[in-house]
């Protein structure tokens, strides 16, 4: 038995949704609030016998215990396999190189989170942090937000967290990787932060990766962070993303502000789909984390010049979100956490009223310019020309041209002469677009006939031609989702054995090398795909079926079951045509049966 069907037989999925969502029964099935997004009707049910859930509301989309965790904590399914398999109590396997670096990443987190309860301790059980617990309970921060964030404080010692982690048991070295402690070159080695008010950092998986230190002294840096390490990347990192990511699934939205006190006041006051940039540099990397949660986004930065910089440039991070990115006004002299403390409805209406980036950009460009001069019509147009031309969305991009060419009174041909080449629409278009969606569901038999047309496409690339007529949610397992969606993207089996987590490279092995008789291939893989797709859609009309009777019975909402009547009616659409080209190719079968076995 492998690794990934154990972990399966020892995982309920009923147990690990719950931990998300309640469920209720609904006959022999589980039904909740979906945990993916907000509704206030359940649409989202549990198949306890089949061991999969499926969302019928916003989601349209279901899956296995792997795809919901992966979904649920937005990882990876290595990640995912690794989670359910320490909670089910299996043994996942792991090359030496790999070992060696999990247990390296292991020990800086311990590392961090050592140091992190040491910092928590100082701040509220010593008279050494009342200083700062002072300062921060000023701040307006109550005990909760303070436990919750795990704030601490650093003492003004040399050597004070070094010693602590040492009599831990932890080395030098692994306190020099962790970032705890740094040296000059012929001196001792010290702690990095001294007498600050200290900000744990932790990832998504609520990880502690590194710290922020607020000093309290005039004469130093007022924020430095942790130094980069093998986890900890200022760069990539979202200060609070743990504690806010399932909102801001839920609530299909992120607010980006700028520092540690703004997030944390933002939670305070139940505002929890806030993170931060941890400054003004915004960063692509910080931005694919984000559109892994949502494609909406609001930018809450501080109203000075560095804040007003960081949102311009945020204009071009639109095309990689694949949505309008929006910009919330703080009023000037203020920064988030001042407005929330104020009035936390008016946090609130500065969110409502966000406007797009792109028309932001326009205010501040414009805004010091004379419009009636030649030379401030200039500077305008090659501000805003190359934002502009950026923009997929041909709508979009025509509304802003028009709207520079009212500004300057000169007409859209010239100002595409400006940039020496008109608009060329397909220049940006498809470009940073997820490829492919998510899992949903199909017959729990049709697992070797996922296999057999893995088996197909691997070893044969002259069916390159066939794989767009393949979606991800027709494979059932979590496993052959994974092989397919990276077999879409590329050809070479190297690359594709080395984009897959090393869990399932024994698997693709298998795949690869698996016997496969001689026949029309083509025919063989036409064969595969119609009946993929037949037995998704079939297996989708019967949970279709059973939700609907259920729903019908309990006297359920209108609306959502209108929904299913219209889903049920696309569904036997596609039926329809599946059977047709069923028909028409004469159902080869070759060396396949029902069940594709060889």
């Known amino acids: 038995m492998s690794v990934i069907e154990e972990v399966k037989q020892k995982t309920d999925i009923v147990e690990i949704v719950g931990q998300y969502t309640k469920l209720t029964k609904a006959g022999k099935n589980l039904k909740g609030l979906c945990p993916f997004h907000s509704e206030k009707h359940g649409s989202f049910f549990i198949y306890p016998d089949e061991q999969r859930w499926h969302c019928f509301g916003a989601c349209n ?14 990882i990876t399914f290595g990640d995912a396999l690794r989670m359910l398999a320490e909670k089910a109590g299996v043994e996942v396997p792991s090359t030496s190189g790999q070992k060696e670096n999990r247990e390296k990443f292991d020990k800086i987190y311990q590392v961090n989170q050592a140091a992190a309860q040491y910092y928590h301790n100082i ?18 921060l109550n005990e909760k937000s303070i436990t919750d964030f795990q704030l601490g404080f650093s003492l003004n010692s040399r050597d004070s967290l070094k010693n602590y982690l040492l009599d831990k048991g932890f080395t030098e070295k692994e306190l020099f990787e962790a970032g705890a402690i740094t040296a000059v070159e012929g001196k001792d080695s010290h702690d990095v932060f001294r007498n600050r008010l200290m ?9 502690c990766c590194g710290f922020g230190g607020r000093t309290f002294e005039e004469n130093q840096a007022k924020y430095i962070n942790s130094p980069q ?42 505002f929890s789909n806030v993170v931060a940039s941890m400054g003004t540099a915004v960063t692509e990397k910080q931005m694919n984390t984000l559109k892994k949660l949502t494609k909406n986004l609001i930018l809450a930065l501080d109203s000075d010049t560095a804040g007003e910089e960081a949102m311009l440039r945020c204009a071009s991070y639109e095309n990689l979100m694949q949505n309008e990115i929006k910009v919330a006004i703080i009023p000037a002299g203020n920064d988030p956490d001042d407005v929330i ?56 991009r025509a509304h802003y041209m028009q709207k520079l060419s009212r500004l300057v009174g000169i007409s859209v041909r010239e100002l595409e002469s400006i940039v020496k080449k008109p608009i060329e629409y397909s220049k940006y278009s498809n470009k940073n677009k997820s490829t492919l969606s998510d899992t949903t569901i199909i017959p729990t038999f049709s697992q070797p006939l996922e296999e057999y047309c893995l088996t197909l496409l691997l070893q044969f690339p002259k069916l390159e031609s066939f794989k767009h007529k393949l979606k991800p949610e027709y494979f059932e397992n979590t496993e052959n ?34 016997e496969v008789p001689p026949g029309k291939i083509d025919q063989k893989m036409s064969f595969c795909i119609l009946r993929l797709h037949e037995k998704f859609l079939r297996r989708l009309e019967m949970k279709r079926e059973v939700i609907f009777a259920a729903e019908a019975a309990s006297k359920g909402n209108t609306a959502g079951l ?31 049966n029902e069940t594709g076995k060889q």
């Open 341 to 396: 403390r104020k009035d936390s409805s008016e946090w609130q209406k500065l969110v409502n009223n966000a406007i797009p980036v792109i028309d932001y950009t326009f205010d501040i460009v414009t805004a010091k310019l004379d419009l009636s001069t030649a030379k401030d019509k200039t500077v305008t147009s090659e501000k805003l020309l190359p934002i502009i031309i950026q923009i997929e969305d041909r709508i979009r």
């Open 199 to 207: 900000f744990p950092i932790t990832d998504i998986k609520g990880k």
């Open 481 to 514: 989702r994974e092989i397919f969606i990276a077999l879409s993207k590329n050809e070479d089996l190297d690359i594709i054995k080395n984009n897959l987590d090393y869990s399932i490279r024994d698997y693709l092995d298998k795949l690869i090398n698996k």
């Open 229 to 270: 390490t093998a986890v900890f990347d200022k760069s990539s990192n979202l200060y609070g993303i743990n504690l806010a990511s399932q909102s801001i699934r839920k609530e299909d939205l992120a607010v980006l502000v700028e520092g540690y006190m703004d997030v944390i006041m933002a939670h305070q006051y139940g």
């Open 123 to 140: 701040l509220i059980n010593t008279d050494y942090g009342a200083k700062a617990k002072s300062y921060v309970i000023k701040r307006g």
């Open 562 to 592: 209108s929904k299913l009547e219209e889903q049920g009616i696309d569904n036997s659409n596609e039926l329809r045509e599946v059977f047709s080209k069923k028909s028409a190719d004469g159902q080869y079968r070759g060396d396949i």
């Open 61 to 74: 989309e279901g899956g296995d215990v792997f795809s919901f965790i992966m979904k649920q904590q937005n």
